[in-house]
């Protein structure tokens, strides 16, 4: 009974609370008065906000010819900053409107302010990595801008980049033809014309004037100035600090680049091109018109490479655009786009040229050797990139064999001489000079050349120093993977370091330490013979002690600086030592024959020595006025 009555209560209590919530609301509903006079304010308020539109629109479209005298106040003031370009503010496209042009490879979003691209988007290549879902953006959010400083007759300084044109987009067949004209009057106006045809980085970009010859200040050229702060799109930081540059051709076909740094500067002439190029891609401003004298500067962005870097560069360039007959008229194109040997070539402009391959026989080799060599292996027989670097590393390496096998012919001999050689140390102790001179009439006396170990050795340092700028530079390698490693182009990082190592890094590539280890096995497969083969000489270093050394430095010095590297560098060096092992190790024990050149040399010994050449016979000469005139100066 007790339990019933506690719910009786309850129930009578929720009632009365419920309807005392009835009462106070409908005490405080409005009356119909205060119901009517909110109504007509929100009405006023509506009706004011449409007249306020209307006479913005009613301002937009009317031009100066046809302004009402409401207008001409509001124009006049306009004119107090804009000066003639006041008409610009008074068209529809004064206002924040973008347009939008697109190809198969990539789409530019312009802006009706400054009449500017204010996003390139490449739609063939990922951000960072393959699956990042990120397109390569070259420019977007602000990082990028192009302005006309105008000085008009009227001593004032304008800014195109802060003034409104208006846009007209038209096609011609496949091509998407946009115009953005900054008005100052019906047919007096400053022209970007921007063209982009079907399956092209290259856009055309004309820069014109029409009827300006009253409003612009035609003593001296106008400035251009295009800026951009270039987008990290690699997955290692230092490799694109390092390879991202300002690079510019000039005079006549010249080549070069702004240096490397903070507030570095180059004042060239006869610019022909432009280029703000990042590892992987770049944006080119090409005109065929030269400019006369050009400031560009490129500061470097990165303060700690270990932090997640979101710019990279900011580049800037400043060129004159000189009137002609008081107008201005420059054909010229924008480059947005892979930094791509071959593609970069087939625009026929010099492009390629951006595309580090080294200076003098370096450039040459990877220009007529490697680049085709490897184009065909990739992409005419559509091997994988990993394949395609083993089967390039063994068509190198056997090309090179001969000069190998000269090499290592030549360290035989040496070695089988290096009894005599030893002999006549001992026997002229104390007079080097005399030592030398027999030295060179032993090697005559048993046709040997001292030389001949070195020369196969020079010859093949080109080609190495040549893969060190190829594989870098290897657009092909971007994003492809090979076994373990996901990107050819970047490290193969196989374990992460919860700490930095200063040099080495804060993570683990598998590759440098393959490529370290074939490197160990080859210099003590060859540091014995080398050793055997060079006696020591009185006055010289110790080669034999230096070589130990060098048998431990090297792989060390491969694991610091090439742990960074792209890893298709490092598989590279692997492939080619582990050949350079095995053609030594056929050479050795299959080829040559020690005993065989040890008998030959002592049949020329007892042979007429062989004519001197006429450097052998230069040295010889030198050093026997060297030694009449110690002899001379012991007399004294």
């Not at 924008?334 to 370096?362: A, M, T």
């Not at 083993?390 to 290096?418: D, E, G, H, N, W």
Request: with cysteine.
């Amino acid at each position: 009974m007790e339990e019933k009555k506690f719910d009786l209560n309850s129930i009578i209590g929720f009632v009365l609370i419920f309807g005392i919530l009835i009462w106070i609301m409908y005490q405080n509903q409005p009356s119909d008065k205060e119901i009517a006079a909110e109504k007509a304010k929100k009405e006023l308020v509506a009706k004011q906000e449409a007249q306020a539109q209307a006479d913005k629109t009613k301002t937009a479209v009317l031009p100066v010819v046809a302004a009402t005298p409401g207008d001409t106040v509001q124009l006049a003031n306009l004119q107090k900053t804009l000066g003639g370009f006041a008409y610009s503010a008074t068209l529809p496209s004064a206002k924040e409107g973008f347009t939008t042009i697109e190809n198969e490879k990539m789409i530019l979003k312009i802006a009706n302010k400054g009449g500017y691209i204010v996003e390139a988007k490449l739609k063939e290549f990922k951000r960072l990595e393959k699956n990042s879902g990120q397109l390569v953006e070259l420019i977007k959010d602000n990082n990028s801008s192009l302005n006309i400083q105008l000085q008009t007759t009227d001593n004032r300084t304008l800014n195109s980049k802060d003034l409104y044109f208006e846009p007209t987009l038209t096609k011609n067949g496949s091509d998407q033809i946009l115009t953005m004209r900054l008005k100052a009057g019906a047919n007096e106006f400053l022209e970007y014309k921007y063209i982009l045809k079907a399956n092209d980085y290259l856009v055309v970009f004309d820069v014109r004037s029409q009827g300006l010859n009253k409003v612009l200040n035609s003593s001296k050229p106008l400035d251009l100035q295009w800026d951009l702060k270039s987008y990290r799109n690699e997955k290692s930081v230092s490799i694109e600090k390092r390879y991202a540059q300002l690079e510019y051709e000039y005079g006549d076909e010249k080549y070069s680049s702004v240096s490397l740094g903070v507030g570095k500067e180059d004042t060239p002439e006869k610019v022909s091109y432009i280029a703000f190029k990042q590892h992987f891609f770049t944006a080119i401003l090409s005109t065929d018109k030269a400019f006369e004298k050009s400031k560009l500067q490129s500061d470097d962005l990165v303060k700690d490479e270990k932090l997640d870097t979101t710019y990279i560069k900011q580049f800037r360039a400043t060129v004159p655009l000189a009137f002609t007959n008081g107008e201005v008229d420059y054909k010229m194109s924008w480059y947005f786009g892979p930094s791509d040997y071959k593609v970069l070539k087939s625009y026929d402009k010099n492009f390629e040229k951006i595309i580090p391959l080294g200076w003098g026989i370096f450039g040459w080799i990877n220009k007529w050797i490697f680049i085709p060599l490897f184009g065909f292996l990739s992409s005419t027989i559509g091997l994988s990139l990993g394949i395609a670097i083993i089967i390039f590393t063994i068509i190198i390496k056997v090309a090179m064999s001969p000069i190998t096998y000269k090499s290592f012919l030549s360290q035989a001999k040496m070695k089988v001489l290096r009894p005599d050689i030893t002999e006549l140390g001992e026997k002229y102790k104390k007079d080097p000079m005399k030592k030398q001179q027999e030295t060179m009439k032993l090697y005559n006396k048993a046709g040997v050349n001292p030389m001949a170990g070195c020369i196969p050795a020079l010859i093949q340092l080109p080609f190495m120093y040549a893969s060190f700028q190829f594989f870098p530079s290897a657009f092909e390698l971007r994003q492809k993977g090979f076994l373990w490693a996901d990107d050819l182009s970047s490290f193969d990082s196989v374990v992460k370091l919860p700490f930095n190592i200063p040099v080495y890094g804060d993570h683990i590539s598998l590759f440098p330490i393959l490529a370290a280890v074939a490197i160990f096995f080859y210099m003590k497969m060859t540091s014995g013979d080398q050793q055997m083969a060079a006696p020591q000489q009185e006055g010289m270093p110790d080669m034999a002690k230096m070589m130990k050394i060098m048998i431990y430095i090297s792989p060390l010095m491969m694991l610091l600086f090439f742990n960074n590297y792209g890893a298709g560098l490092s598989l590279y060096n692997f492939i080619s030592n582990l050949i350079t092992i095995g053609i030594m190790f056929v050479i050795k024990n299959y080829i040559v024959d020690s005993e065989k050149i040890h008998a030959q040399i002592q049949e020329n010994k007892l042979k007429e020595p062989k004519k001197q050449s006429n450097f052998q016979q230069r040295l010889q000469e030198v050093m026997e006025q060297q030694e009449a005139a110690k002899t001379q100066n012991k007399k004294k």
